[in-house]
C-alpha cells in the first residue's frame, strides 16, 4: 500500500512541478522537441535510404546458363542443389524456349536470326535470388562447381563498386542517427540537469527527513517521462502527418523512379513511436543521473 | 540511559583538515544539551555526525543502539525518520504552504493522507502557528519560519531533535520564543535535543549540559553549564 502510495504522489507531484516551475519544464520540453524532430527526420531519411539500398541489392540476380546435354532430370537435380545452397533465396528456370520466344518478341532480327537454325541454339538458364548482396560472389562460385553448370555470372566488377557504394551509405546513415541521438541525450539531460540543479533544497530536504533514495527519485523520474514524451508530441504529429503528405505529394518516388519511398502505413507509426520511447526514456534516464548527483550519501 | 554515545571519533576531511580529534561523549535519553564553541571548532562536525550527513574517519558513533559510522548508505534514510534537524536557514519550500511544508515529511514517508492530517495540525500547533497554516514561507517572520521548520523537525516524533544554531539568524526576543519552544518539546515528550550555538545569552540562562568543543577536541562538558564557566569562548 505505502509502495503504491509513494508512487501515486510521484506522478501527482510531477506533473505539478512540470506546471510550478512551468518556464524551465518548457525549456526541457522544447529542447526534446527541436533535438528530436531532427532525430525523427535523418531516421526517416536513413530508413528510406537503406530501404532503396536493399531494394536494389535485392534485384541482383546470378544468371546461370546450363550445357546443352543436360537432360530433364539433370535440371530438376541441379535446382534442388543449387536451393540448398546457403543465402540461396529463390531459383528461377527460364527453358531455352522460352528465351526464343522472349527474343523474338523483342527484336525481329533474332527470329531472322534463330530461323537460320535448325535447333533452338539457345540455353536453358537459371536465375537466382540471393538472402544478402554480399554472398553474391560465395554463390557463385559454389554454382559453377556443379555438374552440368556452363557459365554462372552476376556482371561481378560493377556489382562489386555498386555494393562497395551501397555499404559505405548504409553504415554512414546509421552513424549519423545514432549520434544524433546521442546528441540528443546529452543536450535533454543538461536542460533536466538546470530544472533539478534549481530544486535541490527539495532533494535535500527529502533526503533529512528521511526519504528513501528510491523515494525521492521516483517523482523526478516520472517527471522526466513526462517532459519526455510532452516534447515528443510534436516531432511525433510531424513524423505522421509530415511523411504521409510527403509520400502523397511524390507520388511515391524521390527525384526518380529509382528511389521508392516506404510506404508510410505502419512504418511512420513505428517510426513515432520510435521518438516517442527515445523522448521518454533520454527524460527519465536525464532526470535520474541528474538526481543522483544530489543524493551524495 | 544511554541514547547517544560517541567513542574515539575521528574526523579529517579529504582536504587534510581533521575537524574532529579522539571525541568520546555519552549523551542519555531525554537530555538537553548545548554544543558551543568558535566557528570552525568542529562543533558542526560534530553535529552533522548525528544525523549521518558526515561519517567519521575513525571511531564509532551510536544514536540510539545503531552504529551510524557503519550504517550503509542505502538505510541512512531509516536513522533520519527518528531524526529531527532544525537548521539556522530554516530550509522551507518556498512554494508550499506551512501546512504542505510540515506534511512534506510525512508524505515523503508514505503515509496515509488521513494519518497526515491530525499530526501536521498537532505539530503546528505545538509551535502556535495555529493562525498561520495557509501562509508561504515568504509571508512569515523569521522566527515563525523557523517554528515551520522545528513543526517539520518533531511531525514524525523523532527521539531526537537535532537544532544546528536555531537562532543564527533571529533577534534575541524571537530567539527567546524559539527557545521556549524547543524547551516544551524536551520537556512534554522526553525527546533528546542536541544544540549548537553561539548564543551566550540563552546558553547562560538555561543552564542545561554544555559541551565545548574548541579546534575538534572537547574540551569541557558541563552540567548546569554556562558560557561564564569559560570566558575564554
Known sequence: MKVFRIIGRSIRDAFKSVFRNFSLSMASILCATITLMVVSISILIAANINDTTKSLESELSIVVYIEQDATSDDITFLKSKMEKIENVDKVVYKSKDEWKKEMSEYNSSFSTIFENYDSNPLLDSFSINVKDAASLNKVAEQVRKLDHVKSANYGEDAVGKILSVFDVVEKVTVIVVISLIFVTAFLITNTIKLTIYSRRNEIEIMRLVGSSNTAIKMPFVVEGFVIGVLGSLIPVIVTIYGYIIAYGKLHGYLITELIKLISPYNFVFYVALLIMGLGAIIGMFGSLMAVRKYLKI | ?233
Open chain 2, 1 to 233: 540511559m544511554k541514547f547517544i554515545e560517541l567513542k574515539n571519533v575521528n574526523k579529517t576531511y579529504s582536504t587534510g583538515v581533521t575537524a574532529l580529534a579522539d571525541l568520546s561523549v555519552t549523551i542519555d535519553k531525554g537530555e538537553f544539551v548545548f554544543v558551543i564553541g568558535h566557528t570552525a571548532s568542529g562543533k558542526s562536525t560534530f553535529i552533522k555526525m548525528l544525523y549521518r550527513e558526515e561519517k567519521p574517519s575513525k571511531g564509532s558513533v551510536i544514536v540510539g543502539g545503531v552504529n551510524v559510522a557503519k550504517l550503509r548508505n542505502g538505510r541512512v534514510y531509516k536513522l533520519r525518520r527518528k531524526i529531527g534537524v532544525v537548521f539556522q536557514d530554516f530550509k522551507l519550500l518556498p512554494k508550499l504552504t506551512v501546512y504542505e511544508n510540515v506534511a512534506f515529511a510525512l508524505e515523503c514517508l508514505g503515509l496515509k493522507a488521513s494519518e497526515i492530517r491530525p499530526k501536521v495540525l498537532k505539530a503546528i500547533e505545538i509551535v502556535g502557528l495555529k493562525e498561520k497554516t495557509r501562509s508561504f514561507p515568504h509571508q512569515l517572520s523569521g522566527g515563525e519560519q523557523q517554528r515551520v521548520c522545528i513543526a517539520r523537525a518533531i511531525v514524525n516524533e523523532p527521539k531526537l531533535l537535532i537544532c544546528d544554531e536555531p537562532t543564527g539568524n533571529l533577534d534575541p526576543e524571537t530567539s527567546k520564543e524559539i527557545m521556549k519552544v524547543i524547551e516544551n518539546i524536551n520537556k512534554e515528550f522526553k525527546t533528546t535535543v542536541i544544540m549548537a550555538t553561539h548564543d551566550k545569552e540563552i546558553v547562560n540562562r538555561m543552564k542545561k549540559r554544555v559541551l565545548l568543543i574548541e579546534h575538534g577536541v572537547l574540551t569541557g562538558d558541563y552540567l548546569k553549564g554556562s558560557y561564564k564557566s569559560h570566558e575564554s569562548v
